[in-house]
């Protein structure tokens, strides 16, 4: 597979787990959203990881952040991130 394709695959798989994640905390923890952030510095050269934090209407963290790698097979499921969150 050429990069071009490998990076269009990966942003897409990245794209699809933010929606669910988006999507799970919504029905978790009504009122809240996920605030999703990334690496910084060295790191995101070494793993292409991602992160969400629940926040509610106020602006107040209601998690620590979650970190996640996009490459991982499977979905996220409703389950996991309550687990995670919690």
Same mark, same amino acid.
């Given at each position: ?11 897409? #798989? ?7 994640? @988006?999507?799970? +905390? *919504?029905?978790? %923890?009504?009122?809240?959203? #996920? ?7 060295? @790191?995101?050269? +070494? *793993?292409?990881? %991602? ?36």
């Amino acid at each position: 597979m050429s990069r071009r394709k490998t990076q269009t695959t990966k942003a897409h #798989a990245k794209s699809k787990m933010r929606k669910q994640i @988006a999507a799970h +905390v *919504a029905a978790l %923890f009504p009122g809240c959203t #996920a605030e999703f952030v990334g690496q910084q510095s060295r @790191a995101k050269l +070494v *793993a292409r990881t %991602f992160g969400f934090r629940v926040k509610d209407q106020r602006g107040k963290y209601k998690s620590n952040i979650v970190w996640l790698d996009p490459a991982s097979p499977g979905s996220v499921s409703l389950a996991w991130v309550e687990h995670a969150v919690s």
